[in-house]
């Protein structure tokens, strides 16, 4: 699944249970949403798992140059709040989880 975020586009991968309970993973620096092999074995027959690639990482759109030093971050956040109401579909709750970048989350 693609999503349409500004000012590009995310990929968001998205495995297991298509009907279970949404279960959003979001990677650190430098990798992908392709990152989480063991969570998925361990997940993907109870959940329907959502692992998007952030901004600049993956198949997903670069950083803007003309935001990057300013607002990184601020994109960031925007992009996963895109993801977030994507795979909610308005209704659905989600479970997240992330892996910390040390000082940089």
Known sequence: MNTQT???RLMVHELGRAEGPTLVLLHG???S???WPDAVRRWRDDYRIVA???RGHGESARFDPA???S???GQMVEDAVSVLEAVS???DPWIRARFRDGASS
């Open 6 to 8: 500004e000012p590009g």
């Open 89 to 91: 579909n308005g209704v």
């Open 52 to 54: 998007p690639d952030a």
């Open 67 to 69: 935001t990057r030093g």
């Open 29 to 31: 620096f430098t990798d």
């Open 71 to 73: 607002n990184l971050f």
């Open 33 to 35: 949403g392709l990152c």
